[in-house]
């Protein structure tokens, strides 16, 4: 059993109304996820929030690519971008954390994926790998170690935002059953095989003691 203490963290990642079925970019049983983060936040002391928050027109969207369908790829000036549906758009319901998530002891909201011609992940470091999001001086000033990522979708946000935790010196565990993945083209698998050579661990919410 993993007993929670004061340097530990729990990151909600990108739990939001478009990620769920019914939104704009559905992860399959995003929503089954969301009793488990209410039942395990409680726990921590600490619990931070993040939420995809894209412009209009957003470099990430296929619909700002002629020619390009949702899934597909373009070369953007930093990398192999996937491209998405229109999703997490500033302002609307889609965008909005989901009504039945429960943490009001959150301290911190991230918003990430603003910067109309980069997207973003990572709870850290934007998709150019470079721009900070602020995270991590945050939580290294407050004293915090050792970071337990929940969210959607495990093979996108959650394990960019648990690689950079690594990077960052951060301690991270997934709570596998507090997650769920999108899986495109096998990224799931290759998503825990990148986890697990980085020294992220795989739990389950029953190791956690609440």
Known sequence: M?????????????????????????????????????????????????????????????????????????????????????????????????????????????????????DSYSAFLEADRQTKTGLGGYLKERGLTRVFLVGLATDFCVAWSALDARKAGFDALVVEDATRGIDAGGSLGKAWADMSGAGVKRIQSADIRV
């Open 2 to 118: 993993i007993t929670r203490g004061d340097t530990d963290v729990l990151a909600v990642i990108d739990v939001q109304n478009c990620f769920v079925p019914g939104g704009t970019l559905p992860v399959p049983e995003g929503d089954t996820i969301i009793p488990i983060i209410n039942r395990l936040a409680p726990a921590f002391r600490h619990v931070i929030i993040t939420q995809d928050w894209h412009t209009k027109g957003h470099v990430s969207f296929a619909s700002s690519h002629p020619g390009k369908k949702p899934f597909e790829t373009t070369s953007l000036p930093y990398g192999t971008q996937v491209l998405w549906p229109d999703h997490a758009i500033q302002g609307t319901p889609d965008a909005e954390l989901h009504r039945d998530l429960r943490i009001p002891h959150a301290e911190l909201i991230i918003r990430k994926g603003y910067r109309p011609h980069v």
